[in-house]
């Protein structure tokens, strides 16, 4: 690289390529690692123990009821074996090769009961061995046959959430080792000795990017992971190890480990979670196999590194630094590096809802969204209830009392998701019904202390906080100050908005929100968990609007609308202290769904064009452009 010097006090860089985020430039690098495919298992499944390395893995139980599966892998194909003695998925696991593991503990159902019963394969038989002293499932686990550790998990009834370790000596299990720091299930081990390895992730009972360190004697928290994830995949040991998928949105996440710091690296093919890895493996040699997308998976792929540390990337990398100016010698031009994200974002069309609504609640991101019940034409109340992976809607589980009006909350659609308030079927009226789905079926729990519609909230399952909204039949009813916030399974009122105001948008969290008003006038309030104050007003005006309620506080997009001119195509966003006028979606309409993270990526769906529709329509903005500077 060459300076031109002294010219108006710059320092201009001459490159021959334009620069890049670091994290592309980690993809370039074919030093860097990266994942290929490998033979499919014979049996698609998830919750599989696995022992071994990339050429000698073997994977047991899960997969398939009655769970007893036992697959081998020689670095090329999988092969049936025999089968183990007692059933189960998620159990601890461990073992040097496809010749040598261990399996304890699991279940056959996550509401119980657990097993103690421990089995150990010698490559031909599995034998029954000593018990555990503490029966529990998904918990984390690394070593070999001779010496193993088992931490965390859980046991039911009731559900107790473990922060225990238990001893592999050859022949028995102890309780005597130390405890981890924080107890959690659905972690993950990561090293192959009963004296050095990891417990990474998994839930506290919140998504945990917490990670501990054995040392034979006793855990340390160490660095987290870079994304909370549950389940992940691990091969490696305490200083040089590698973390691939989780959940409970299934990711395709890879994570480098140099024994200081966690590196992002290239992404599997198949995102998933509850895969089998290779735990003797290493973190430039590692297997991944089978696992949960939004069905089971028979994928197997593995991971090559030269094992360069991802520290310098491609030849001619230069990271993309907001403000950089520079000579690109290749194209003869002058460049600089702006700002990006929503002010350059552009809409796309994605895959159509199934059934076309408007007035319905959204919640999730861009790649993992849910579309909960609505209206056609309102107030018919339809009360189906749809996922998006990122390409398509499938329908799901209804919820327990159809509604319109209502909101909804989750950092995942398809796996976790809160609904609140709404209107239903007189002489219902507003009711303050609560709800939550677990990835599979919706669950009651406390009700709003008052019952309205058109509110707006924000939050978790576990975390939230609903404002404003309306006490009578929607359009024209009583606008509300009201705002409560929910621990999990109770609301309690606080303090109200500055004004009582309905047809609202919100994002952020429990304790850092945005209210945003779509009711004709153009308000914004923001909490900070304990009290509501005025910002800057948005520039459009106009009811019927949705945000990304996964959003964070300050990084909101407001979409659509309607206003006495007619329906909006409008979009704006908010980045904590101005509002910005950014690319319209494609069909003006009002009352549609929205999920996403903010001004990067956003998702609209379905809404009133003066007929329903179906439409999904995403929002993406790189984090940064290049500009050419005219120069004479």
């Known amino acids: ?206 998504l945990s990017d917490k990670v501990e360190s054995w040392n034979g004697s006793s855990w340390t928290e160490i660095a987290e992971i870079n994304t909370a994830r549950e389940r992940v995949g691990g091969s490696g040991s305490s200083t040089a190890g590698l973390v691939y998928g989780g959940g409970p949105s299934a990711s395709a996440a890879t994570e480098d480990w140099n024994g200081t710091v966690w590196t992002e690296v290239n992404d599997m093919a198949t995102a998933r979670y509850g895969l089998a890895s290779s735990p003797s493996g290493t973190s430039t040699l590692a297997l991944a196999s ?123 659609g398809n796996t976790s998701v809160i609904y609140i308030g709404g209107y239903g079927a007189p002489p219902v009226a507003n009711i303050g019904n609560t709800e939550i789905w677990n990835r599979s079926s919706w669950s009651e729990t406390g009700d709003l202390d008052k019952g309205r519609n058109n509110l707006a909230s924000a939050g978790t399952t576990t975390a939230n906080v609903a404002f404003g909204g309306e006490t009578n039949p929607p359009f024209g009813g009583a606008s509300q100050a009201y705002t409560e916030l929910f621990d999990g399974s109770s609301w309690t009122e606080v303090n109200a908005l500055n004004e009582g105001r309905n047809s609202k948008a919100g994002a952020g969290t429990s304790g850092a929100a945005i209210s945003v008003d779509e009711g004709g006038t153009t308000n914004v309030e923001l909490w900070d968990g304990t009290s509501w104050s005025e910002t800057t007003d948005y520039n459009t005006t106009r009811g019927g609007s949705v945000t990304g309620p996964s959003s964070p506080q300050s990084d909101v997009l407001l979409m659509t609308g309607v206003s006495p001119s007619g329906y909006k195509a409008n979009c704006e966003h908010w980045n904590g202290t101005t509002w910005t006028e950014v690319a319209d979606v494609s069909t003006a309409m009002t009352r549609g769904g929205g999920a996403g993270t903010g001004g990067t990526s956003g998702l609209k769906f379905g809404g009133y064009t003066g007929s329903n529709t179906a439409a999904t329509e995403e929002f993406t903005a790189a984090d940064f452009e290049i500009k050419s500077v005219t120069t004479s």
Do not use: C
């Open 1 to 206: 690289m060459s300076d031109y010097k002294g010219i108006k006090g710059f320092n201009i860089q001459t490159r021959t390529v334009d620069p890049v985020p670091f994290a592309q430039a980690i993809q370039n690098n074919p030093y860097a690692g990266v994942w290929g495919s490998g033979g499919d298992l014979n049996t698609a499944g998830q919750g599989r123990s696995s022992a071994g390395t990339q050429t000698s893995n073997i994977v047991y139980g899960g997969a398939a009821s009655p769970y007893t599966a036992v697959e081998e892998y020689d670095g090329t194909s999988w092969t049936e074996t025999t089968e183990i003695n007692t059933g189960k998925i998620y159990a601890f696991g461990f073992g040097a090769n496809a010749e040598s593991a261990l399996m304890s503990g699991g279940y056959t159902n996550p509401s119980g009961p657990m097993f103690t019963n421990t089995e150990t394969w010698n490559g031909s038989s599995w034998t029954e061995v000593n018990e555990m002293n503490a029966a529990r499932g998904d918990g984390g686990s690394f070593g070999v046959v001779p010496g193993g550790i088992a931490a965390g998990g859980y046991s039911t009834p009731p559900t107790t959430t473990h922060d225990d370790v238990e001893s592999w000596n050859g022949t028995s299990w102890s309780d005597s080792a130390a405890e981890l720091n924080q107890a959690r299930y659905y972690g993950s081990g990561v090293g192959y000795t009963s004296t050095a390895g990891l417990i990474i992730g998994g839930k506290e009972p919140s």
């Open 290 to 412: 089978g696992g949960y997308t939004t069905t089971t998976t028979a994928a197997t792929e593995e991971w090559s590194f030269s094992g360069l540390q991802p520290t310098d990337p491609a030849e001619g990398y230069a990271d993309a630094i907001v403000g950089d100016f520079y000579y690109n010698s290749s194209t003869g031009q002058y460049k600089t590096v702006n700002d990006g994200g929503a002010p350059i974002g552009t809409w796309a069309s994605g895959n159509n809802l199934n059934t076309a609504r408007d007035n319905m609640a959204g919640a999730g991101t861009q790649t993992s969204a849910m579309s909960v019940n609505g209206s056609n034409p309102p107030p018919t109340n339809i009360s189906n209830v749809e996922n998006y992976d990122g390409t398509s809607w499938a329908e799901t589980t209804e919820n327990n009392t159809p509604r319109i009006y209502g909101t909804a909350n989750g950092v995942s």
